[in-house]
């Protein structure tokens, strides 16, 4: 009887320890809109969550849910992670907004990160990633490499992130060659890998030769590959899908920022209310190793990404001219972080009506 | 290839899946079955296509572990809805739930890696042919394949004796049974048809639309393919031509994207769906016909009372 009691006291006192164990390890937890392994935007994410893993697995524990529809079925997938005694919550896509600020509202002892957005409140904090900086040197490239002169731009939805992508890329292929023209197909669709692969055959059929996207699937690439052109990858290193068509990719790199941002839960630094907006030179956006292309192209694409990482080259930098002819910058001059948060117009040289 | 030929070919590959898929869907309702998990055994198909495929090397075996596995999965919508009767549309909308998430998690290891494509026809000499050549003998073997699925079910509905006992079988179960017709076993190889055919369709979109496995895949094509057999009245002909016209505007409103021709991105998106509703609906106006058409017992479960 004496035996049993003592048993019982040490399963007792052991059940009790080991939640204590647990709360010596933080709880960071991720909110996917696709799958972990759509080999694109989700997966990029997942990249650097495992990243997490490795560097601070000792004192973190990540967890994640994937394919949370955006809308109002994610606020009760952010609640459920607040409850579940996250520490730190990541919400990676756009369409995540106005949820994680309702729910960082209910929880104030939560610390919520929101990816590409532009709310904050006292315990949420906005990133993003300025993709437009390496859209800028495949611009460039682009031009280099065409023999058309035209290059094919298949686009999702008219948002600022998307408009300053187009926008710097005819920015960096002008640079090269001021009459390069861009045709711009909107599928309407961040993922749909048929679409998007009819899409950059339509765009082949009218004569562009070199293809970029900013969707998430490796469609285009694969036909790009099939029909013998150039074409850029997005998000994701895409050389599988089109080994000798891909010259770059532009490759989000979340890891790097993920584990600065729970260190600073951990030692108490990490504060609500601001916004970060990285790029190359932070590392948060890298570019995947340039090949299929003479060495002087090669050479001049790695000026360029070193021109931009030292700050020297800001690729939104007067004179630029609005598609309607009207002057946006003057020379010299160049654009702030509000505008090109909010950016709803092309420059000139794009071949498109933008969507309203 | 010129322009012209290209775009036919890119309209073929389109229309291709969704055809096939709506002609499999098309004999399961007229067996009086509505199965609305097309798209869950479309993306079972696609993934399990790849998978054959890479496993075993060759696009062919791909096909057939695609058709396979569109019709077990088929099998279990089967099993619900006529061996123990349960409500066909909840069952349906729960396959294409489990279809999608299995499809995602057998497909794990398959995501990123470079995929086997079934090649095209070339036939020296006929695919040369100016404009018709690559149309007519250079395309990829689905697409013949479901010219002449079209074909057979067309001729099997409406010109053979088990084609009449499946459509009377739609039309009143209960009378089919009183003549002593299997009802349950016709429905059984209808809803597994069905499923062979949403596989095949799977497969095609992983082995020769865009030869790659990627989670959520099929993007909505089993709907597309669902509604097709609705507008076209239940007739082959009509699905046919809906799936090419759908496949067609499709096609049609990227390339006036990419003419810049200024007209909303947003508007020319929703193109194919408006033209290919309006043109089924104007052909399907009679609605005399359309009632013949319309299997009566479509979706209801059916329990022999004797």
């Known amino acids: 009887m004496k035996k049993l009691i003592l ?86 896509s ?14 104030p002892d939560v610390k919520f990160e929101h990816a590409t957005g532009y709310k904050t409140a006292p315990n949420l904090t906005t990133y993003n990633s300025r993709f437009y900086e390496g859209r800028y040197i495949i611009g460039q490239i682009a031009a280099k490499m065409s023999k058309t002169g035209v290059a094919g731009y298949i686009a999702s939805f008219p948002i600022p992130e998307v408009v300053q992508g187009i926008n710097a890329f005819v920015l960096g292929a002008q640079t090269i060659n001021p009459d390069f023209k861009l045709k711009v197909i909107w599928v309407n669709t961040w993922f749909d890998a048929g679409k998007e692969a009819d899409a950059a055959k339509a765009l082949i059929d009218q004569g562009v030769d070199m293809l970029t996207q900013h969707t998430d699937s490796t469609g285009p690439m694969q036909v790009a590959e099939e029909r013998g052109i150039k074409a850029f990858g997005q998000a994701f290193d895409q050389i599988q899908a089109g080994p000798t068509a891909q010259l770059t990719a532009i490759v989000d790199t979340w890891g790097p920022y993920y584990v600065k941002r729970i260190k600073m839960v951990l030692d108490g630094t990490w504060k609500g209310g601001e916004s970060s907006w990285d790029g190359l030179a932070e590392g948060i956006l890298t570019m995947a190793p340039y090949t299929n292309m003479p060495d002087d192209v090669k050479a001049m694409a790695m000026e360029t990404e070193a021109k931009i990482k030292s700050g020297e080259l800001k690729p939104f930098t007067g004179p630029i001219t609005k598609q309607d002819g009207t002057v946006w910058l003057k020379e010299g001059e160049t654009a702030d972080d509000a505008t090109l948060l909010g950016l709803n117009f092309y420059v000139k040289g794009v071949d498109d009506k933008l969507p309203q | 290839m010129g322009i012209a030929e290209s775009i036919l070919l890119t309209i073929a590959t389109a229309a291709t899946p969704l055809l096939i898929a709506a002609i499999g869907e098309l004999v399961v309702e007229r067996a009086g079955v509505l199965n609305l998990g097309v798209e869950g055994m479309m993306v079972m198909g696609a993934v399990c296509g790849f998978a054959g495929a890479t496993v075993t090397g060759s696009p062919w075996l791909g096909v057939l572990a695609g058709i396979a596995a569109g019709a077990a999965f088929s099998l279990l919508f089967a099993f619900l809805t006529l061996s123990i009767a349960a409500n066909q549309v909840a069952t349906g909308l729960s396959l294409t739930l489990l279809g999608l998430g299995l499809s995602g998690m057998i497909g794990e290891s398959f995501v990123g890696t470079a995929g086997n494509k079934l090649s095209s026809l070339a036939i020296p000499g006929l695919s040369d042919i100016p404009l018709v050549g690559r149309l007519m003998f250079g395309q990829d073997p689905i697409f013949y394949l479901s010219i002449l699925l079209t074909i057979g079910v067309m001729w099997f509905l409406f010109r053979t004796r088990t084609g009449l006992t499946l459509r009377s079988i739609g039309d009143n179960h209960g009378s089919a049974h009183a003549l002593g017709i299997p009802v349950i076993f016709y429905r059984y190889l209808a809803v597994m048809f069905g499923g062979a055919c949403a596989g095949l369709a799977g497969a095609h979109l992983s082995l020769v639309y865009t030869p790659q496995w990627v989670e959520n895949m099929t993007a909505g094509r089993g ?55 309006v043109v089924l609906v104007i052909i399907s106006r009679n609605r005399r016909l359309t009632m013949m058409n319309t299997p009566a017992s479509l979706g209801r479960a059916f329990v022999p009372d004797r």
């Open chain 1, 7 to 92: 048993g019982l006291a040490a399963a007792v006192v052991a059940a009790a320890a080991v939640p204590a164990v647990a709360q010596d390890k933080i709880k960071a937890c991720f909110l996917y809109v696709g799958s972990k392994t759509d080999g694109g935007w989700t997966q990029a994410h997942d990249v650097g969550r495992q990243q997490v893993d490795k560097e601070l697995g000792d004192k973190v524990e990540t967890s994640f849910l994937e394919n949370v529809a955006e809308g109002p079925d994610a606020e009760r997938a952010i609640e459920r992670l607040a409850r579940s005694g996250c520490a730190i919550i990541f919400t990676t």
């Open chain 1, 94 to 107: 756009f369409g995540f907004m106005d949820q994680t600020v309702a729910v960082a509202a209910k929880f």
């Open chain 2, 223 to 277: 709907w597309i393919a669902l509604a097709l057999v609705v507008f076209a009245s239940w007739r082959p002909l009509r699905v046919l031509a809906g799936a090419y016209l759908f496949g067609a505007v499709t096609i049609g409103q990227l390339h006036a994207q990419a003419l810049g021709l200024g007209i909303p991105s947003q508007l020319l998106s929703s193109l194919p769906y408006l033209a290919t509703v």
